[in-house]
Nanobody, 119 residues
Framework: QVQLVESGGGLVQAGGSLRLSCAASGRTFSNYRMAWFRQALGTEREYVASINWSSGSTNYADSVKGRFTISRDNAKNTVDLQLNNLKPEDTAVYFC????????????WGQGTQVTVSS
């Protein structure tokens, strides 16, 4: 079955950078869209960014546009999220998710990785 495992979270000062990675396994993801979501304490999960595995087309939430970059590595079967110019409001658990491009809902989720940005 599909397995998504995130890594790379941690504690960083405001203005710093982190790189999150999502290792995907269990099937071929060429017809999937991969995404990152985040959930801060006491809030609902929110969309951050997504990428079409096959075409590489990307999409970002306005709150992270210009600061975060999503990419995929076909050889390693990973989806990465580069986080630059981090702000305290970026503090959250970051989740990797996957859905087939023909569907609307993200069916597969990782366990999440914590990102904490200190001011």
């Amino acid at each position: 079955q599909v397995q998504l495992v995130e890594s790379g979270g941690g504690l960083v000062q405001a203005g710093g950078s982190l790189r999150l990675s999502c290792a995907a396994s269990g099937r071929t993801f060429s017809n999937y869209r991969m995404a990152w979501f985040r959930q801060a304490l006491g809030t609902e999960r929110e969309y951050v960014a997504s990428i079409n595995w096959s075409s590489g087309s990307t999409n970002y939430a306005d709150s992270v546009k210009g600061r975060f970059t999503i990419s995929r590595d076909n050889a390693k079967n990973t989806v990465d999220l580069q986080l630059n110019n981090l702000k305290p409001e970026d503090t959250a658990v970051y989740f990797c998710a996957a859905r087939q491009v023909s569907t609307m809902n993200y069916r597969y989720w990782g366990q999440g990785t914590q990102v904490t940005v200190s001011s």
